[in-house]
């Protein structure tokens, strides 16, 4: 019988950027053996930096541009379409930036996972490093949670805390918590790969089939993932 901790699960990849989480996130499969099988990266930007970093790794891309939709529904529904045609196990957001219809999230619920650079529930929506710089918070950082209807409002499992210096800009701050991003969401993407990870019906999340009351914390490289 096949190990469920390192039997690749088919997972796809949605981004709109430069697709820097996406790169981590390929690294962790080729060099630490994270054990998904990327099925295909759908951006829906024609121009996301992310297509060609998938192109060069020898994923299938594709994009579904959502200004050739009249809604957001007709968008979310050609890209459920274009997503379970993949079959994939896991849905990964890597700097997506869409809101996506209930109907949508209602489909994917407890396989699909986003990645936000706050630590949720403070900062929810964009700017949150300058957000965090003007509200004078000493510390800052990075989350992955599973995907509810609420927008960046879906449980919270694993953050990632960063130091905020007394003379940060947002740029230098956003960097430090952008490199501590490309360790936490392989980390993340992980726990669920192998099966340890779930979201209950309640919305709690399960690890090891035991409720997670708090979030994890990120582990340094070196260390045990998480346990
Ligand atoms: C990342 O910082 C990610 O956390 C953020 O977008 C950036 C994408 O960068 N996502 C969100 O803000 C979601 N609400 P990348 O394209 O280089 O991975």
Same mark, same amino acid.
């Given at each position: ?16 950027? /430069? ?156 960097? /430090? ?51």
């Amino acid at each position: 019988m096949s190990d469920p901790a390192t039997t690749p699960i088919p997972v796809v990849i949605l981004i709109s950027g /430069r697709g820097s989480n996406l790169h981590a996130i390929i690294e962790a499969v080729e060099q630490d053996g994270l054990p998904i099988e990327i099925r295909a990266v759908i951006s829906n930007r024609p121009a996301a930096g992310g297509l060609q970093v998938a192109a060069e790794a020898g994923i299938a891309t594709d994009v579904i541009d959502h200004t050739e939709f009249t809604g957001r529904a007709a968008f979310d529904h050609a890209l459920q379409a274009r997503i379970d045609a993949c079959q994939p196990e896991l849905v990964i957001l890597a700097g997506f930036m869409r809101i996506l219809t209930e109907d949508f999230v209602t489909h994917y619920r407890g396989r699909m996972l986003n990645i936000h650079p706050s630590l949720l529930p403070e900062f929810p929506g964009l700017n949150t490093h300058q957000r965090a710089l003007d509200a004078g918070c000493r510390v800052h950082g990075a989350s992955v949670h599973f995907v509810t209807a609420d927008m960046d409002g879906g449980p919270v499992f694993l953050q990632a805390r960063v130091a905020v210096r007394a003379d940060d800009t947002a740029e230098q701050l956003a960097s /430090r918590v952008l490199e501590q991003e490309h360790q936490l969401y392989p980390q993340a993407i992980r726990l669920f790969a192998e099966g340890r990870l779930s979201l209950g019906d309640n919305d709690d999340v399960l690890l090891d089939a035991s409720v997670l009351e708090q979030p994890l914390q990120l582990t340094a490289r070196a260390d045990t993932p998480c346990s």
